[in-house]
């Protein structure tokens, strides 16, 4: 009898957890809802699969372009707490460039990953979003002097270090090694808050940082092409504790 009375209040407590009710004065918080944008680049879908739904306190729903751009529209914005993308689409037309700013200057937070650093290529506001670009021509730095295009190399193993060890995004995570695509000759904006960044010759110096557009708060992170990041535990800390402060 003892036995069926504790497992039904083991069972009341679970359907309490699960539906958000309040438990012994206090409720617990429903879980954060996540666009993720896809699309323009390939990877391993299995092994991200797998990845993207096993993120503790995040339910993620994806879009994919061609279709994806119409969650910024204002009657779509209700459906999702933040945006992640992990896409790298090419065009972009004028009305889905103003919902994209609406939606990022009603406060709506983003997450900015890996290959969607290299998204919307000619679309210069797009670099101010992110606070940095991938270059695919050549271009002009911040102190005026011309650079090559950008370059990008894989299964680099190379050592992160935390430039910000009491920011929200890097709170608890140390010094790590990955394996990883790097980005090299790449724009950062001068005006951003550097969080991680790298001595590796082949990646830019810095490879995480925050950055602020219209009331948004934005993260931009170049680690995450396959699984050997994705499964990195330093580099999972970090873009879900970059999901949670942009909420």
Known sequence: MKSVFKISSILILSLCMLFNVEVFGQKTPPPLRVILFTGGHSFDRPAFDVFKNSLPGITVTEVTHPNALVMFRPENRS???????????????????????????????????????????????????????????????????????????????????????????????????????????????????????????????????????GKSKVVTILLGHDDHSWSNPEAKKLLIQAIHWVK
């Open 79 to 213: 459906l999702y707490d933040v945006i992640l993308l992990y896409d790298m689409p090419a065009a972009i037309n004028e009305q889905e460039k103003k919902d994209f700013i609406d939606c990022l200057k009603a406060g709506k937070g983003l997450v900015v990953w890996h290959h969607a650093f290299g998204g919307y290529k000619d679309w210069p506001e797009y670099q101010n979003i992110m606070g940095g670009r991938y270059q695919f021509g050549t271009w002009t730095d911040s102190q005026g002097v011309k650079q090559p295009a950008s370059v990008y190399l894989h299964d680099v193993k190379f050592r992160v270090k935390v430039a910000d060890k009491k920011h929200p995004v890097t709170k608890g995570i140390n010094d790590f090694d990955v394996l990883d695509e790097t980005y090299g000759v790449c724009a950062i904006n001068p005006g951003v808050h550097v969080l991680l960044t790298t001595d590796e010759k082949t990646s830019v110096p810095s490879v995480a940082w925050t950055n602020r557009y």
